[in-house]
């Protein structure tokens, strides 16, 4: 069972984290906690826990929360995003984790929800993430009478995105005002996408650590469903060379070599740690973690801000 602790990004060997996400359905509920005892027995640094685009499945989010609480002593970083409540519930969503035992949260504006063409805040809700760290630092501040007991993660994009670099920059440093403590990059290719957001992020005064955050590439479908998700394009060498793979285990192996070669890449430009998108699949990313070859040795402390 763990323990509240606070997640930190030590100065030392990269942090090593997986994301996951709650089952769809009942039927997929054990296999999905297989993944996480998998995952938790090569001792990440932490989970994150995801849900729906839209805000959906947020109790069934919080439910794979409180399991990992319970039965891992892998520290949880819980989802927020500002789709589909106002203020005051956000803050109550905040308070009722917090009453959980989490003291790990990623603030995220989140996608529009189905139906919907474009980003509308909420009526009474947040405008962005931003807002969203400033919340949880308000509720923090009224549950513990400073700040410190918490620990804030945000989004940065080093490709792909709908805005611009400078308009990505720009909103680095508007959370990092707001009080977050670290960023998790979403998906990139190549080395250079993740090194130019560093270079233009600290030029722009982003102190904040950048974990890079990498998906294990060895499902070509995955990947071009997430391309057209995300706006990432997959590089399409890698997607040739997946394509070509004689049988399920050679393609298995070319996704992870082009991960091993990426992700060494980011920590030779200075990355301080590696978040893997899951899927809720072990096998890539534990495969991943192998091939480093880089101890696991959990270094996450409870420090005062």
């Known amino acids: ?63 794979v ?70 919340l949880i630092r308000d509720v923090e501040r009224a549950r513990f009478g400073a700040t410190g007991a918490l620990s804030v993660a945000v989004a940065a994009y080093p490709a792909g995105s709908s805005h611009t670099r400078a308009q990505d920059v720009a909103a680095l440093l508007e959370k990092q005002a707001a009080g977050a403590d670290f960023a998790v990059t979403q998906v990139f290719y190549d080395t250079a996408a993740y090194a130019g957001l560093v270079e233009d992020a600290r030029s722009a005064g982003v102190y904040l650590p950048l974990v890079a955050g990498v998906i294990p590439m060895t499902d070509p479908r995955r990947l071009t469903r997430l391309a057209e998700l995300t706006g990432v394009p997959v590089p399409t060498d890698l997607l040739a060379r997946l394509a070509d793979a004689a049988d399920d285990e050679e393609r298995h192996r ?27 699949q072990h096998r890539p990313a534990l495969d991943v973690v ?5 101890p696991l040795t959990a270094t996450t402390t409870r420090t005062p801000r």
């Open 1 to 63: 069972m763990s323990t509240a602790s606070l997640v930190t990004v030590p100065s030392g060997r990269p942090t090593v984290s997986f994301e996951l996400y709650p089952p769809r359905t009942p039927a997929r509920a054990a296999a999905a906690w297989e993944t996480v005892e998998r995952l938790a027995a090569a001792g990440p640094d932490f989970f994150s826990v995801t849900y729906g685009a839209s805000g959906s499945s947020r109790d069934a989010s919080r439910d």
């Open 65 to 134: 929360v409180r399991r990992i609480l319970a039965e891992t002593s892998v520290p949880p970083i819980a989802h927020l995003t500002c789709v589909g409540a106002t203020r005051e519930e956000l803050g109550r969503v905040v308070g009722e984790l917090v009453d959980d035992g989490v003291r790990d949260f990623l603030a995220l504006r989140g996608d529009a929800p189905a139906g919907q063409s474009g980003w509308v805040p909420h009526p009474g809700g947040l405008n962005g993430s931003s807002e969203l760290v400033a």
């Open 254 to 280: 070319v996704g992870i070599d082009a991960t091993v070669e990426l992700v060494e890449g980011v920590v030779a430009a200075g990355a301080p740690g590696l978040h893997l998108y899951t899927f809720n």
């Open 290 to 294: 192998e091939r480093l070859r880089r």
